[in-house]
């Protein structure tokens, strides 16, 4: 499967974004989706994940409340909608896919990843 991660961009502090991941290639609804986020010369961050059939998310602690993850399958297209942006969430974001990540926060657990998407936040 093909992921292509759109939405970044420049905004305020306490703005909102909306990112997007379209997929091609494969059957979009057989995959679980997880975003992540790198910063450069950092590790490669679990921000959320959302199963195949969107009933299920987890997020990372330091995300929740503010981050909502959530998929269209006939869309073939997943979304990550932040609020309440901070300085410190500039960096860029990943959409990943995988039929059964294990552990689900881990970036070795997906099999495809997009090109990322850049997110900066402006104080």
């Known amino acids: 499967v093909q992921l292509v991660e759109s939405g970044g961009g420049l905004v305020q502090a306490g703005g909102s974004l909306r990112l997007s991941c379209a997929a091609s290639?494969?059957?979009?609804?057989?995959?679980?989706v997880g975003w992540f986020r790198q910063a450069p010369g950092k590790d490669r961050d679990f921000v959320a994940t959302?199963?195949?059939?969107?009933?299920?998310?987890y997020y990372a602690n330091s995300v929740k409340g503010r981050f909502t993850i959530s998929r269209d399958n006939a869309k073939n297209t997943a979304y990550l909608q932040i609020n309440s942006l901070k300085p410190e969430d500039t960096t860029i974001y990943y959409c990943?896919?995988?039929?059964?990540?294990?552990?689900?926060?881990?970036?070795?657990?997906?099999?495809?990843w997009g090109q990322g998407t850049q997110v900066t936040v402006s104080s």
């Open positions: 990943a896919a995988s039929r059964t990540p294990i552990p689900p926060n881990e970036p070795g657990a997906y099999d495809y």
């Open positions: 959302i199963s195949r059939s969107g009933s299920r998310t």
């Open positions: 290639g494969d059957t979009f609804g057989g995959y679980d």
